[in-house]
């Protein structure tokens, strides 16, 4: 029979030290589109737990100034903020190069940046599609590939891609937005067979619907096309997908999010984990 043997140096009946997996101290995280929504919940997630943080996104610049400035005083961790604009690729880079130089690393690397346009493809304004190609996918090549060389340098590192429900399934009147989260998904597990010997993992996160900005914009956009009220558009269109009926919170992400960039997920790697109250399962 199997005799379980007691390890050297524990004494009888102590438990064993136990880090806590979540700790993300001396940690730094660049999180793209962070200023409302997903984004920031991720970053607080983040500082919450000791890591250092560099913020962006959109928004009037004295609330994001306030948002920093609170989210760094509460949390006791430095917060930065980066306003690269996630159509310009030298931007987004520079954006990655500023937490290596600002704050001596970076650890965690989350490509959450998105906007959204619904319109028939027939009707869809070519400036959107373009829009949304750059925001949604190509943002996230290059801070993914701007990433890459610091994370080699460290020897770890963590990047996380929030694509959606979208990025599995289709929708209509979403055809640039559905095109680029597939592509984010792509991209995501060739990023992980590159860098699969470099301690280096690279997974999504495809969430349902959660109640954010551009969730709240999608309900008007869809009365408008679909020519119904408000109303009906959250009942019979946003929520008819999630068997769950209500909203993905972020704490939901987040928690997949915390076991993603923690050692326990080391061997998570190219793949995509749908948090969608089973949208996907049907």
Same mark, same amino acid.
């Given at each position: 029979m199997f005799q379980w043997t007691k390890k050297p140096g524990v004494a009888e009946g102590a438990a064993p030290a136990v880090r806590d997996i979540n700790d993300l101290k001396g940690q730094v995280a660049v999180i793209s589109g962070s200023t409302s929504g997903i984004g920031l919940a991720l970053a607080r997630a983040v500082a919450i737990r000791g890591g250092a943080v560099v913020l962006n996104g959109l928004g009037d610049p004295s609330e994001i100034e306030r948002t920093r400035s609170e989210l760094e005083s509460s949390c006791g961790v430095p917060v930065r903020? !980066?306003? @690269?604009?996630?159509?310009?690729?030298?931007?987004?880079?520079?954006?990655? @190069?500023?937490?290596? !130089?600002?704050?001596?690393?970076?650890?965690?690397?989350?490509?959450?940046?998105?906007?959204? !346009?619904?319109? @028939?493809?027939?009707?869809?304004? +070519?400036?959107?599609?373009?829009?949304?190609?750059?925001?949604?996918? +190509?943002?996230?090549?290059?801070?993914?590939?701007?990433?890459?060389?610091?994370?080699?340098?460290?020897?770890?590192?963590?990047?996380?891609?929030?694509?959606?429900? !979208?990025?599995?399934?289709? +929708?209509?009147?979403k055809s640039a937005y559905v095109a680029a989260k597939h592509g984010v998904l792509g991209f995501t597990k060739t990023v992980a067979l590159e860098l699969a010997q470099d301690n280096i993992t690279c997974n999504a996160i495809c969430p349902g619907f959660v109640e954010t900005p551009i969730v709240e914009k999608q309900i008007a956009d869809q009365a408008r096309t679909r020519g119904i009220s408000k109303e009906a558009v959250l009942k019979d269109v946003i929520l008819a997908a999630q068997p769950t009926k209500r909203f993905v919170t972020t704490d939901e992400l987040a928690g997949i999010f915390l076991y993603?960039?923690?050692?326990?997920? @080391?061997?998570?790697?190219?793949?995509?984990?749908?948090?969608?109250?089973?949208?996907t399962a049907q």
């Open positions: 903020y !980066h306003g @690269a604009d996630m159509r310009k690729g030298e931007e987004v880079a520079d954006m990655v @190069a500023f937490a290596k !130089h600002d704050l001596g690393r970076l650890d965690i690397l989350v490509n959450n940046a998105g906007i959204q !346009h619904v319109e @028939a493809v027939e009707k869809f304004p +070519s400036d959107k599609w373009e829009q949304i190609i750059a925001i949604n996918l +190509s943002s996230a090549f290059y801070a993914t590939r701007a990433a890459i060389p610091i994370m080699k340098a460290q020897g770890r590192g963590r990047i996380v891609n929030i694509a959606s429900a !979208h990025g599995l399934v289709a +929708s209509p009147f993603l960039v923690s050692d326990l997920g @080391a061997s998570a790697n190219g793949a995509s984990f749908s948090i969608d109250g089973g949208w």
